[in-house]
């Protein structure tokens, strides 16, 4: 028997300039994870006009998105409204790899999760890609084939794009890197026992990957092994901070012993954020604005 769940947003921000009505002018981006649902909209220009929040409660997360999907979008204005101009959707599921473009093809993705995981996809699991044409290579992950019908069916003869949370997360700080005044820069994001570390060296993604950790202690070796690897020191490479961290997490006070240059991360350029928006953490929702940025 399955409990029934009320699930309400953690963040609602609309601004007065949204209006429905112009959805066909409008691009809606989503990310969906096992643990949390989030949404956003913005027009032509790059103004975000809508953002929402949805942490799934520990007694859902082990029941399929499918199940749970169906609660937020039931009675939704926003999600049952369209036709959109461009549905974007990150998916942040356990497996990605990032192939060469001169390596890449189609018929193998399979094999590169393969390879990557070290067993096969599941059967109800096939494997995506995202080319990143300015980078010269392929986002390669795992989509399940009920979570991809379900938007299918939710968005009939609409444009859907599905990208990985790692692909929005390079986007993003490829923005973000046009602007940097440092030759080496470092960007963590953070969720719940998870951190993504990216490395750009001059305008260039040099390093990709995800790492689990259920200590500070764990985390602070992750970093400094990336670092090592990368022929980097904490003294002399800079860590700008994105996602659910804060200045007096346990986190932040570990990796401030041994990398002093830790700063937090600012909206990346190419979004517009209204005052609506003032208040919110700008390092917060990194690869949610990273959507918003693929056209870029």
């Known amino acids: 028997m399955q409990i029934a769940v009320t699930l309400a947003p953690t963040v609602t921000i ?12 409008l691009v809606l981006c989503l990310e969906v994870g096992r643990d949390r649902f989030q ?9 975000v006009l809508y953002l929402e929040d949805y942490m799934f409660p520990s007694l859902l997360t082990d029941r399929p998105l499918t199940s749970i999907l169906p609660e937020v979008f039931r009675g939704h204005a926003v999600l049952s409204a ?5 549905i974007r959707i990150g998916v942040n599921s356990p497996s990605f790899t990032l192939i060469p473009r001169q390596l890449y093809r189609k018929e193998y993705a399979g094999s590169y999760l393969t390879l990557m995981r070290g067993s096969t996809l599941p059967a109800h699991e096939f494997a995506q890609a995202y080319a990143h044409e300015a980078d010269g290579f392929f986002t390669v992950f795992n989509l399940e084939h009920p979570l991809a019908d379900y938007f299918s069916e939710m968005y009939p003869l609409q444009p859907l794009t599905f990208i990985h949370q790692a692909s929005a997360l390079i986007q993003a700080t490829a ?3 046009r602007l ?3 030759p080496n820069t470092v960007y963590l994001y953070f969720e719940d026992e998870f951190v993504t570390i990216l490395y750009r060296k001059a305008h260039q993604l040099h390093f990709c990957n995800r790492f689990g950790y259920k200590n500070v202690h764990d985390l602070a070796y992750y970093v400094l092994y990336v670092l090592d690897e990368q022929g980097l020191t904490g003294d002399d490479v800079n860590l700008t901070l994105y996602g659910e961290i804060t200045p007096f997490a346990e986190a932040y006070t570990e990796l401030n012993r041994f990398v002093p240059n830790l700063s937090f991360g600012q909206t990346p350029p190419g979004l517009i954020l209204a005052n609506e928006f003032d208040d919110l953490p700008a390092h917060r929702y990194l690869s949610l604005y990273g959507l918003g940025l693929l056209s870029e």
């Open 39 to 47: 949404l956003l909209v913005q027009d032509k220009r790059g103004r």
């Open 14 to 25: 609309r601004t007065n300039s949204f209006d429905l009505r112009q959805t066909d002018k």
């Open 175 to 177: 923005n973000l890197d």
């Open 82 to 86: 369209g036709p959109w101009q461009e």
């Open 180 to 182: 940097s005044l440092t």
